[in-house]
């Protein structure tokens, strides 16, 4: 890539950052979206955030780790917001190749060890393709035939998880997100999906 095309490509990366700041709340929150967004992009493999803070802070990379867990861990802000701000960037130059021609739904699993992991459970997980300890994201995308965008996403949450007040207290569940109880795990997805659905088919 030339000179220009990288200064261009890293004007776009810092408005797509000035955007998603603008709906994350504090102001202090900016320098460690950027360091995250940074980390996922750089690291190959495994993206938790002790490789991340190596890679975007090599010379405090101690206090860089604090720093991003306390981002992540202690993050208040609106999921959906986030999403929407995101769709309001990027759908445009998505739909600039063509109109929209796919809703997808699909399901994710993350394998996971151990059980405080939030949402983790043993489940049903497509990545091993047997059922295992993980989590489980639902997501709804819109796609043409040059990319694809994520437009709601959330976890699922699995029914051990809602008989469990004090697993919930320590992660931060509100008592009113609820479990699937008979529901599939696409219904856990529908709060995001109709605002989404509203906003793409105007």
């Given at each position: 890539?030339?000179?220009?095309?990288?200064?261009?490509?890293?004007?776009?990366?810092?408005?797509y950052l000035e955007g998603l700041a603008?709906?994350?709340?504090?102001?202090?929150?900016?320098?460690?979206?950027?360091?995250?967004?940074?980390?996922?992009?750089?690291?190959?493999?495994?993206?938790?955030?002790?490789?991340?803070?190596a890679v975007t802070a090599p010379e405090?990379?101690?206090?860089?780790?604090?720093?991003?867990?306390?981002?992540?861990?202690?993050?208040?802000?609106?999921?959906?917001?986030?999403?929407?701000?995101?769709?309001?960037?990027?759908?445009?130059?998505?739909?600039?190749?063509?109109?929209?021609?796919?809703?997808?739904?699909?399901?994710?699993?993350?394998?996971?060890?151990?059980?405080?992991?939030?949402?983790?459970?043993?489940?049903?997980?497509?990545?091993?393709?047997?059922?295992?300890?993980?989590?489980?994201?639902?997501?709804?995308?819109?796609?043409?035939?040059?990319?694809?965008?994520?437009?709601?996403?959330?976890?699922?949450?699995?029914?051990?998880?809602?008989?469990?007040?004090?697993?919930?207290?320590?992660?931060?569940?509100?008592?009113?997100?609820?479990?699937?109880?008979?529901?599939?795990?696409?219904?856990?997805?529908?709060?995001?999906?109709?605002?989404?659905?509203?906003?793409?088919?105007?």
């Amino acid at each position: 890539m030339s000179g220009r095309g990288t200064k261009t490509s890293e004007m776009r990366f810092a408005a797509y950052l000035e955007g998603l700041a603008s709906v994350i709340g504090h102001a202090d929150r900016k320098a460690p979206l950027r360091d995250y967004c940074v980390g996922l992009m750089a690291c190959g493999g495994r993206k938790s955030v002790e490789p991340m803070a190596a890679v975007t802070a090599p010379e405090r990379t101690a206090a860089q780790h604090q720093s991003l867990l306390h981002f992540v861990g202690s993050g208040t802000w609106s999921d959906e917001k986030v999403l929407s701000k995101v769709r309001e960037m990027v759908l445009p130059a998505i739909e600039r190749h063509g109109p929209i021609e796919a809703w997808i739904i699909d399901d994710t699993g993350f394998p996971k060890q151990g059980r405080h992991s939030v949402r983790v459970a043993r489940q049903y997980c497509g990545q091993l393709g047997k059922q295992d300890s993980c989590q489980v994201a639902v997501s709804l995308s819109i796609a043409n035939h040059h990319a694809s965008l994520p437009v709601a996403y959330r976890l699922y949450l699995p029914k051990e998880w809602t008989e469990d007040c004090d697993r919930r207290r320590k992660v931060g569940i509100p008592k009113s997100a609820s479990g699937p109880s008979r529901r599939s795990r696409w219904s856990s997805c529908s709060g995001p999906v109709r605002p989404a659905f509203r906003a793409v088919s105007c």
